[in-house]
């Protein structure tokens, strides 16, 4: 009697016919050798999509479930599994080179890869940005977009001084912390400060106990409990960002930490824990539940996308999820500026409540519109912006850093989160 595949090899047998797209293991190896987790990089691009709906009912572009669910008002949480995620593949991709020491040539080969991977799509968008705020009183008159937001769009938000803020990524910095223009830019304004300290960080942790990493773990969790206890209401999105991205990048370090020493339970790879904290998860944004409630679960989230084997990873490995993944930092830089203009746009067709006034079957097709042009935008961006000028700045540091006889230099990659 024949052998029947495990379950898991059938469903990635049936996804490959259904997407057109083969996942042949759970990790993959990029160019430098490291592990490529293929969950995370899905999940990335999923919580990517979810900004996008926390940022469109700002606009009034989210569509007609939006007032249903507290969903998209707590999309701006996933902004903290990025940071989370951050210190976890960092960690991964950089940790072992600072185990031993900080180099000044290993530091600059980490903060030359990071630059590469953030700023170039930042400065293209953030000229955008300038070109539309310059040419919107010819196009549309004299108007901002309406929004749904306390004192909607206006002068303020496009000064002078914060337009340099976010050309030196110092926007979200206490000397300059204020969000305008390409509004979602705070984020890697804080993670730009967060990355100098990483290597100091990664040290310390890789030579301490074990004892030590979870005295870290529990330090960042109180921090992050003191933020959200002392915003009135309580929420981890008022203010203090560079303190929560510093919190939450070291918890990601710490999780990286204990999935690398193999210091987590087998019981986390099961299919049953993922799918339940998955459900967990999203009846907590649905129902608004606190911050630091939804915090722990995206962290848990984290891990058993990483150390899952079942369905549950297969589902994250197929085509789709794994497309956005890719190309979620073109999402996330690039939807702001899309729902600007379209809402500019409505606005200067059918006034101020030309979108927020609309029927709900009106607002899904608003809102369906607009999710196709950001990803359509973003496989521009990422194809034409991100990929190739990651390669010219690391291939010039490559060529900087070869011997002089041409010997073969070091083997560097950007494309790590």
Same mark, same amino acid.
């Given at each position: ?17 259904l ?75 950089y ?16 903060l030359?890869?990071r ?8 400065l293209?968008?953030?000229?955008a ?18 929004a ?34 390409n ?38 969790l ?62 907590s ?8 409630? @939804?915090?722990?679960?995206? =962290? %848990? ?5 990483? #150390?899952?084997?079942? &369905? $549950?990873?297969? *589902? /994250? ?24 203009v ?6 200067? @067709?059918?006034?101020?409540? =030309? %979108? ?5 079957? #009106?607002?899904?097709? &608003? $809102?369906?519109a *607009? /999710?196709a ?33 041409g010997?073969?230099? %070091? ?7």
């Amino acid at each position: 009697m024949p052998t029947l595949p495990p379950p898991r090899v059938i469903f990635l047998s049936v996804a490959d016919r259904l997407l057109n797209h083969t996942v042949t293991s759970e990790q993959r190896s990029n160019v430098t050798g490291k592990t490529y987790f293929v969950p995370l990089t899905s999940l990335r691009g999923i919580a990517a999509v979810l900004v996008v709906l926390f940022h469109a009912q700002i606009f009034g572009l989210a569509p007609y479930f939006a007032s249903a669910t507290m969903l998209p008002v707590k999309g701006y949480l996933w902004v903290d599994f990025f940071f989370m995620l951050s210190g976890f593949v960092i960690a991964h991709s950089y940790g072992q080179r600072f185990v031993a020491g900080v180099s000044w040539r290993d530091l600059g080969d980490y903060l030359t890869a990071r630059f590469a991977r953030i700023y170039p799509l930042h400065l293209v968008m953030l000229v955008a940005f300038l070109a539309i705020e310059l040419a919107r009183p010819a196009i549309f008159g004299d108007v901002y977009p309406a929004a749904n937001r306390a004192g909607g769009f206006g002068p303020v938000d496009f000064t002078t001084p914060s337009f340099f803020g976010h050309l030196f990524l110092v926007q979200a910095w206490p000397l300059h912390a204020h969000t305008s223009w390409n509004a979602p830019a705070w984020s890697i304004s804080c993670e730009a400060a967060v990355y100098f300290v990483f290597p100091v960080l990664f040290l310390a942790l890789a030579r301490r106990a074990r004892s030590a990493l979870y005295l870290a773990g529990l330090l960042a969790l109180a921090t992050l409990g003191v933020l959200y206890g002392i915003a009135q209401p309580h929420s981890l999105d008022a203010g203090y960002n560079i303190v929560r991205c510093a919190a939450e990048f070291t918890i990601g370090v710490c999780l990286y930490r204990l999935y690398a020493e193999h210091h987590l339970s087998a019981f986390l790879a099961r299919d049953v824990v993922a799918w339940t904290v998955a459900a967990l998860l999203l009846l907590s944004l649905h129902l608004g539940l606190p911050d630091l409630l @939804v915090v722990a679960e995206l =962290a %848990l989230m984290l891990l058993v996308a990483v #150390v899952n084997r079942g &369905f $549950f990873a297969a *589902a /994250l490995e197929t085509r789709l999820p794994e497309f956005l993944g890719r190309i979620s930092y073109s999402i996330y830089m690039v939807h702001f500026p899309v729902f600007f203009v379209a809402a500019l746009a409505a606005r200067a @067709v059918g006034g101020p409540q =030309a %979108l927020l006034g609309q029927s709900p079957a #009106v607002r899904v097709v &608003f $809102f369906g519109a *607009a /999710l196709a042009a950001v990803i359509a935008l973003s496989t521009l961006t990422y194809n034409a912006i991100e990929v190739p000028c990651r390669k010219a700045i690391m291939a010039r540091h490559r060529r900087r850093l070869a011997p002089p006889n041409g010997g073969g230099g %070091l083997v560097l990659s950007a494309d790590t989160d």
